[in-house]
């Protein structure tokens, strides 16, 4: 059997696959809805059990605990791992019905609410329509050793925090949610902002009362409403738990905090060889998996095995803060998840928020998976110490007020690959009212950043050996690559952003530069440049920013001496996933300087090939690129009017 080579790292060597095909010696049987469920039965499909945790008591290893179609209102507490990787215990949706664990609970019990003002400093909105809000109190007997109204979400570590430099009003916010017919409503800090906005809620100080109010004003008994009660959905309480697979799961609604601790929606607990596939997460509070040590204040035994996980075919959809987070985990194997909507809580500076947040991430693969409507966070933050990682086949879209797409922070000793991704609309992390608005031409003459304005699709800081190649980077709101030194981290956990590698990648339409290097020692060949700004290939340092044009680039530095410049029109769909490529009327697609430092430039509808980089031996699709030459960029055609799908979960 030929081997997969998109699994292959960068060092040459092949991702680690430790699954096997399972055989388990015993079922057991949860089904919520059947009429004889009880907790004290057996557990055979006659006789299931009631709750998941009933089976998770005595699962042993061989053991698969089938869930049948249904409302399950508890955390799984698993009591024991497997014991191999032939010998798992599964917890997985039977015959693929509809399994949802839900950390909530439905109420019913609503009082109009009393007593309190919708004046402020004893001032009312003139002609206000009178709103219609209401109250739960709080059961004590649903909320045993966790209150999420109770608790904050920033309650642990905090003192990194940079009070000076973000809103802090998320961050003190209560963790509990409140949803209605599965919509969330939105917290509010102070009661009488519920007669300002509708589709809110607000919690009084002791944490035993919450007022909401719904959209239109409606009656809460002409609706679903549910209250978070639980912290996670699926999370031994014991750590270090390994060998579990989690299968077909919906886990809903989880109150977990911010991170640290990276508590999440389901949680491996600091345990290792997990599967979690097919599963999905909609709405968690603060994280929706996580895998690792989960906090950097517990005791690490650096000999203990940490990761290994594989993480498949997830939907992780609408996360407060990091979607999945992994501490000290290697060996990982993410693949053909969607990851959509993280960041709402906009938490940014708690520094752990990202579509995919790890540290010390080392022999990894996360391919084919779709980031989108990541909002003030990264997709993918790379934190700290990052070794011989291969990032390929990805989507990166339609970051909302997101600094960077990839975030690669601290890592000095091996090659990071980025291939044959694509990278489309990185908004940049600032307010457009904010951007200085400079009459005429005075702005010209200013090569430095603001401050305000960024937007990247890769950013190394204090990283060195950074690959990206045969990506596709459209539409960044600064630039495709950018890099620095942060002096203070060079002792013992940074770089000095040096040897990045930026090969055979198209750059479009990005609004200040394609690249933005650090110095000069770093190498650029091989890229076509689209619809691009002028200046737009830079060196930062020493000062001043030096603003280059394919030129220059080629005369004074010898960087892409097989380098291109083009004009094409490109749009994708990032609700289909589709891109449409098409050439400009009444021009040649491609133009051309025949060798650096002359001024002829030629014009021609056809991409010139480029020498293939040996470590990148596939395309997007991954399928095998065996010629010594191809064409920039993801793809093996290029042309007008084509119409790509890509969606990297198709091609499995």
Known sequence: MEKDLTLRLPNGEFFEIWEKEQVYDRELHVDCNHPDASDDNDGTIDRPFKTINAAAAIATPGTRVLIHGGVYRECVRPARGG???DRMISYEAYNNEEVIIKASIEVSNFIKSEGWSLRRFGVTAEGQKEPNIWAVKLNPDDFRGYNPFCAVNILHDRLYLEYDKTDMTPYLLRRGMVF????????????YELGEQPGTYWVEANGQTVHFRLWNDDDPADHYIELTCREQCFAPEVPFLSYIKVKGLTCAHAATGAPVPQRGSISCYRGHHWIIEDCTIDWSNGVGIDIGNECWHHTFDFNRILGYDIIRRCKILNVGVCGIAGMFASNLLIEDNLIEG?????MELSWEAGGIKVHNCKNSIIRRNIFTKTIRADHLWMDVGNEN???TQNLFLDGIEQREAIFIECSRDDV???DNNIFWNVEGRFNENDVPKEPGSSGWYKMEETGIVNGYAVYGEGTDRIHMVNNFIGKCRSAGYFAKTVAFRIAGRGGTSREARIWNNIFYDCKEAA???????????????LNMPGGYLRILYPAPTECHDLRSWQEFYGFDMTGQEGMLDISVDTDNFTMTIRKPKGMPMFFRRPFAGQNLITGT???KKVKAIPSVPTDFYGNPVEDEMRLPGPFTELKEELVINIDPRKLV
């Open 83 to 85: 014991d191999g990787p």
């Open 180 to 191: 209605c017919d599965g919509k969330p409503l939105r917290q509010v800090s102070l009661y």
């Open 342 to 346: 993280t960041g709402w809580q906009k």
């Open 389 to 391: 990682n291969r990032i």
């Open 416 to 418: 990071n690959l980025i």
């Open 515 to 529: 690249i933005k290097m650090p110095t000069k020692h770093n190498q650029a060949e091989g890229n076509l440049y």
């Open 605 to 607: 509808d056809e991409i």
